[in-house]
């Protein structure tokens, strides 16, 4: 209703009505005019008829829409379903033209403003955030790894036609190594360094491997800041001094870390001292919308990777990903927006401070990963239970400096050690600084070794044969059955023992019972979240609903616990999603590509652990429901499994049979 028809309707209304209800929508006029003048977010919220509404006239704007329109092209956006019209609002044209994305699409004037609002509010969204300094936003209706796969792309054809190699810090998630194969580039995986119970960027290894391959036959780093525990982000300012040092690109996957302060600030310092091309984030990480979009930012030193992206989009594009953001941030406005930011991170404490309790009382730790601000670990190690296999047994590696060697795993001193584990029972080390200290062996510079304790033999384990409980893999209705079953495993019903019998015949006919653990066989045995689907970022590629997968001996020589995957659909069964299972010492070829101890980023991590994280939109409320169901599921595994071995403390460790 425009002045010109309010005035031809006080013929029909009372004048004082028509003023009254011409304020009203003055207010909603306004509401937009400080959207197109400001381009940023609101300071209040939108309702939902305001938003609606807008809506509504953005799409009467589409030529689709035109009420005289006849479209006689290839492609004029006629739905055949009302609701799917209704459901996309009729802007059913899509964005951008051939030549980039960010073009006026001339048939969707009001999607191209719908499309151009979003970049604006995002760009805003993130400044909030903590990304200062942004130079240029574009939001893609494409999910990260995609938009991973499109930023390599394009930032191959600026560098010199020798380069082909991406540096990777290694994240185990399938998603990023598969953006880089899929770009048509070969990945160089860089280990990371474990500092304490976290791992962290070894910087010094990427020099070195640009050394040795030549910064010409490099196309960049890719770097992550966001990933579940115990990995920590990625030092990516000292990595982006080093890429301008070297004159190589630098891509940093920031997948799911806008909502957090702390790694917007690193990212800021990044491409302010460094070189940083460009960071990808997901859409529905960050933004509380469905799967399907990403944002790409640069700095404003350098943003020209991002018109790059743009241009290299191949024709129009959907806007759905975009339109849902646009609501997003239209009904959270600035208050909302700080809001859920700053809720996550009170929920992120009320995580922690949960789970070292439950830590405690179960016997575990709460690893220390102090630069992961999301994501938290619990050990496993009290509900690891694996027989070694002595032929392939051997003697650790010299520890690091300020490190115990246990077996296989390493422990910083000053940590609770944990109970060792059923592989690490058997020959073992220990550094010299601590064998000389507990024992005062002066030949402990030679790495002499202790033999396993008297009476301890393969299979058994705190005096049970773990061989009575099995390798098997369950399914959902089949870990149902076997958490009906009450009492110990070593006593099963007889439909139970039937099922055990039964499932490791499945294992062998899956082709999975030895050798490394092929992606394309559909199996896995460590990474596996307690949803039993893959875990996102990642892609665990658990094998159906339960998160088991089969178990599968490795390269290691040893069996990943199917007692600990058996965890993770325990907690599926009660409802958990999200929460990760990593076993110790799972190998897995991914593209060709071999990985020790998959899932935790690390070849010989030293515990068997679980991820929590407290991501945004995540509540206190929902921290207690999950606190009560996991205590239930340790019960319920100890139940099932007999297993009551408890953490092994400091004044122990000179008895123990690791130092014998």
Same mark, same amino acid.
């Given at each position: 209703?425009?002045?010109?028809?309010?005035?031809?309707?006080?013929?029909?209304?009372?004048?004082?009505?028509?003023?009254?209800?011409? /304020?009203?929508?003055?207010?909603?006029?306004?509401?937009?005019?400080?959207?197109?003048?400001?381009?940023?977010?609101?300071?209040?919220?939108?309702?939902? %008829?305001?938003?609606?509404?807008?809506?509504?006239?953005?799409?009467?704007?589409?030529?689709?829409?035109?009420?005289?329109?006849?479209?006689?092209?290839?492609?004029?956006?006629?739905?055949?379903?009302?609701?799917?019209?209704? *459901?996309?609002?009729?802007?059913?044209?899509?964005?951008?033209?051939?030549g980039s994305i960010t073009d006026e699409q001339p048939k969707a004037a009001g999607s191209t403003l719908l499309a151009k609002l979003s970049n604006?509010?995002?760009?805003?969204?993130?400044?909030?955030?903590?990304?200062?300094?942004?130079?240029?936003?574009?939001?893609?209706?494409?999910?990260?790894?995609?938009?991973?796969?499109?930023?390599?792309?394009?930032?191959?054809? *600026?560098?010199?036609?020798?380069?082909?190699?991406?540096?990777?810090?290694?994240?185990?998630?399938?998603?990023?190594?598969?953006?880089?194969?899929?770009?048509?580039?070969?990945?160089?995986?860089?280990? !990371?360094?474990?500092?304490?119970?976290?791992?962290?960027?070894?910087?010094?290894?990427?020099?070195?491997?640009?050394?040795?391959?030549?910064?010409?036959?490099?196309?960049?780093?890719?770097?992550?800041?966001?990933?579940?525990?115990?990995?920590?982000?990625?030092? $990516?300012?000292?990595?982006?001094?080093?890429?301008?040092?070297?004159?190589?690109?630098?891509?940093?996957? !920031?997948?799911? +870390?806008?909502?957090? &302060?702390?790694?917007?600030?690193?990212?800021?310092?990044?491409?302010?001292? +460094?070189?940083?091309?460009?960071?990808? =984030?997901?859409?529905?990480?960050?933004?509380?919308?469905?799967?399907?979009?990403?944002?790409? &930012?640069?700095?404003?030193?350098?943003?020209?990777?991002?018109?790059?992206?743009?241009?290299?989009?191949? #024709?129009?594009?959907?806007?759905?990903?975009?339109?849902?953001?646009?609501?997003?941030?239209?009904?959270?406005?600035?208050?909302?927006?700080?809001?859920?930011?700053?809720?996550?991170?009170?929920?992120?404490?009320?995580?922690?401070?949960?789970?070292?309790?439950? @830590?405690?009382? /179960?016997?575990?730790?709460?690893?220390?990963?102090?630069?992961?601000?999301?994501?938290?670990?619990?050990?496993?190690?009290?509900?690891?239970?694996? =027989?070694? $296999?002595?032929?392939?047994?051997?003697?650790?590696?010299?520890?690091?400096?300020?490190?115990?060697?246990?077996?296989?795993?390493?422990?910083? $001193?000053?940590?609770?050690?944990?109970?060792?584990?059923?592989?690490?029972?058997?020959?073992?080390? $220990?550094?010299?600084?601590?064998?000389?200290?507990?024992? #005062? !062996?002066?030949? &402990?510079?030679?790495?002499?070794?202790?033999?396993?304790?008297?009476?301890?033999?393969?299979?058994?384990?705190? +005096?049970?044969?773990?061989?009575?409980?099995?390798?098997?893999?369950?399914?959902?209705?089949?870990?149902? =059955?076997?958490?009906?079953?009450?009492?110990?495993?070593?006593?099963?019903?007889?439909?139970?023992?039937?099922?055990?019998?039964?499932?490791?015949?499945?294992?062998?006919?899956?082709?999975?019972?030895?050798?490394?653990?092929?992606?394309?066989?559909?199996?896995?045995? %460590?990474?596996?979240?307690?949803?039993?689907?893959?875990?996102?970022?990642?892609?665990?590629?658990?094998?159906?609903?339960?998160?088991?997968?089969?178990?599968?001996? /490795? #390269?290691? #020589?040893?069996?990943?616990?199917? /007692?600990?995957?058996?965890?993770?659909?325990?907690?599926? @069964?009660?409802?958990?999603?999200?929460?990760?299972?990593?076993?110790?010492?799972?190998?897995?070829?991914?593209?060709?590509?071999?990985?020790?101890?998959?899932?935790?980023?690390?070849?010989?991590?030293?515990?068997?652990?679980?991820?929590?994280?407290?991501?945004?939109?995540?509540?206190?409320?929902?921290?207690?429901?999950?606190?009560?169901?996991?205590?239930?599921?340790?019960?319920?595994?100890?139940?099932?499994?007999?297993?009551?071995?408890?953490?092994?403390?400091?004044?122990?460790?000179?008895?123990?049979?690791?130092?014998?």
């Amino acid at each position: 209703m425009d002045g010109a028809n309010l005035q031809l309707a006080e013929s029909l209304l009372s004048k004082s009505y028509v003023l009254q209800g011409q /304020q009203a929508l003055k207010q909603r006029h306004n509401l937009v005019k400080s959207l197109l003048s400001n381009k940023r977010l609101p300071d209040t919220g939108w309702d939902d %008829a305001s938003i609606e509404w807008f809506l509504q006239d953005l799409s009467m704007m589409d030529s689709n829409n035109f009420l005289d329109n006849v479209g006689m092209g290839e492609r004029e956006a006629k739905c055949a379903s009302p609701l799917v019209w209704k *459901r996309h609002y009729g802007m059913a044209h899509g964005i951008g033209r051939s030549g980039s994305i960010t073009d006026e699409q001339p048939k969707a004037a009001g999607s191209t403003l719908l499309a151009k609002l979003s970049n604006a509010l995002v760009k805003d969204s993130l400044e909030i955030a903590g990304l200062k300094d942004i130079g240029a936003v574009s939001v893609l209706p494409l999910a990260t790894g995609m938009t991973l796969m499109l930023s390599l792309m394009a930032l191959k054809k *600026r560098r010199p036609p020798a380069a082909r190699y991406v540096l990777w810090p290694r994240m185990d998630q399938k998603s990023c190594l598969k953006c880089i194969l899929a770009a048509g580039l070969e990945v160089v995986v860089i280990p !990371n360094r474990l500092e304490g119970d976290q791992l962290r960027t070894d910087v010094a290894a990427i020099q070195a491997k640009s050394a040795e391959l030549g910064s010409d036959q490099i196309v960049c780093v890719l770097t992550t800041t966001s990933c579940f525990a115990t990995r920590a982000p990625d030092r $990516v300012e000292e990595v982006a001094k080093l890429c301008q040092k070297l004159g190589v690109g630098h891509i940093i996957n !920031n997948a799911y +870390g806008v909502q957090c &302060a702390v790694i917007c600030g690193s990212i800021t310092q990044a491409w302010r001292r +460094g070189r940083v091309d460009a960071v990808i =984030q997901s859409t529905d990480k960050n933004f509380l919308v469905p799967v399907g979009g990403a944002v790409i &930012a640069a700095g404003s030193r350098e943003c020209s990777l991002v018109d790059a992206m743009n241009r290299a989009y191949p #024709g129009r594009a959907s806007m759905s990903p975009l339109m849902d953001v646009f609501i997003t941030l239209l009904s959270l406005g600035k208050t909302g927006w700080k809001k859920v930011l700053a809720d996550r991170e009170v929920t992120y404490a009320y995580l922690k401070q949960r789970l070292t309790h439950v @830590a405690e009382a /179960q016997g575990e730790r709460l690893l220390h990963t102090p630069d992961n601000p999301i994501s938290l670990a619990l050990t496993l190690t009290t509900l690891d239970l694996r =027989q070694p $296999v002595q032929s392939t047994t051997k003697p650790c590696a010299a520890a690091a400096p300020g490190q115990v060697s246990l077996g296989n795993r390493q422990e910083p $001193v000053g940590a609770v050690p944990l109970q060792p584990a059923a592989s690490d029972i058997g020959p073992a080390s $220990v550094t010299a600084e601590s064998t000389a200290r507990s024992t #005062g !062996n002066t030949h &402990a510079e030679e790495g002499v070794t202790s033999a396993p304790p008297e009476g301890a033999r393969e299979g058994a384990v705190g +005096g049970r044969d773990t061989a009575a409980t099995g390798e098997y893999t369950q399914g959902v209705t089949e870990a149902a =059955q076997l958490r009906r079953e009450d009492g110990d495993c070593a006593h099963p019903s007889e439909e139970t023992a039937e099922l055990r019998q039964r499932l490791p015949e499945h294992d062998e006919a899956g082709g999975s019972v030895s050798g490394h653990v092929r992606e394309d066989e559909g199996s896995v045995s %460590a990474g596996v979240d307690s949803g039993g689907e893959p875990a996102e970022p990642g892609d665990a590629d658990a094998s159906g609903p339960d998160g088991a997968g089969r178990p599968a001996t /490795q #390269g290691g #020589g040893r069996k990943p616990s199917s /007692q600990l995957t058996f965890f993770g659909s325990m907690l599926f @069964a009660r409802c958990v999603s999200g929460s990760r299972v990593i076993p110790r010492g799972d190998d897995k070829v991914i593209e060709g590509i071999p990985f020790a101890g998959f899932g935790s980023s690390y070849d010989k991590f030293p515990y068997s652990y679980m991820t929590a994280a407290a991501a945004i939109g995540s509540t206190c409320e929902e921290v207690d429901t999950f606190i009560t169901r996991l205590e239930r599921c340790f019960a319920d595994f100890r139940k099932k499994f007999g297993n009551s071995r408890r953490p092994m403390h400091t004044s122990e460790l000179t008895n123990s049979p690791l130092s014998s």
